[in-house]
């Protein structure tokens, strides 16, 4: 079965603070994803990559950054953190080729901003 | 840019009963995928059922089935025989495959799906 996993399920940070949150699949997945996902709202894009040290914005990227050193590993980074920031961080993944396009998401990490 | 609407917050219904969720969505695109995502109470984001957009047939998984309306921009999920495990948000998802299928998913808002015992 395709994993994807998040460092933390809940975290807890102050205002200013840099977060970074990390996220790791071990399907051998070229694309990876972050996504925010907050009441009534639904999830929206933050940012992609396709491979390793590409990304590309997606529609709410102020903000944010992430790094892709390595294929399976995907981190988001906060670089000062704000309160209007707390919200759910879903991590996905989906391989380049597969006709299906399926994305897979990790757990989530709850992050609030105090 | 496209959009993708879900114009039901939240819905009810008894087991066993058939419940419709419904979806719009607004693209120039040709080449698209639609899907529909379920998120049980404990988060984990997962498929439902796919579509792609140039196949007239309707897509169909066990219980789960769309009404996939082209022309219209309608792409509609029906559960039969409703079941206490399908109690979850259901996103409707939309993604422009001209890039490969490496850009990300476009979602609505969602619909919290309650089934009643």
């Known amino acids: 079965d395709v994993k994807v996993t998040q460092s933390s399920r809940y975290l807890v940070k102050r205002t200013g603070e840099k977060v970074f949150l990390e996220c790791v699949q071990d399907?051998?997945?070229?694309?990876m994803f972050w996504y925010r996902q907050d009441p009534g709202l639904g999830l929206r894009l933050i940012y992609f990559?396709?491979?390793?040290?590409?990304?590309e914005k997606g529609d709410i990227p102020e903000g944010y950054s992430v790094s892709r050193e390595k294929k399976e590993r995907f981190s988001l980074i906060l670089e000062s953190a704000s309160t209007n920031q707390t919200s759910m961080y879903l991590c996905?993944?989906?391989?380049?080729?597969?006709?299906?396009?399926?994305?897979?998401f990790g757990p989530g990490t709850r992050l609030t901003v105090l | 840019a496209q959009t993708v609407t879900q114009s039901q917050p939240e819905m009810s219904v008894q087991e066993a009963e058939t419940v419709t969720l419904s979806c719009t969505y607004d693209?120039?695109?040709?080449?698209?995928?639609l899907f529909w995502y379920k998120q049980p109470p404990s988060r984990q984001m997962i498929l439902v059922i796919r579509q792609e957009a140039y196949k007239q047939q309707n897509a169909t998984e066990n219980r789960f089935s769309v009404n996939f309306q082209k022309a219209a921009k309608s792409f509609s999920l029906k559960i039969s025989d409703s079941q206490l495990g399908d109690t979850a948000m259901y996103f409707c998802a939309f993604m422009d495959y001209s890039g490969g299928g490496a850009d990300g998913l476009t979602f609505g808002k969602g619909t919290h799906l309650i089934i009643q015992p």
């Open positions: 990559s396709y491979d390793v040290k590409m990304k």
């Open positions: 693209t120039s695109e040709n080449n698209y995928y």
């Open positions: 996905a993944s989906s391989p380049r080729t597969s006709g299906k396009n399926e994305q897979f």
């Open positions: 399907m051998d997945h070229e694309n």
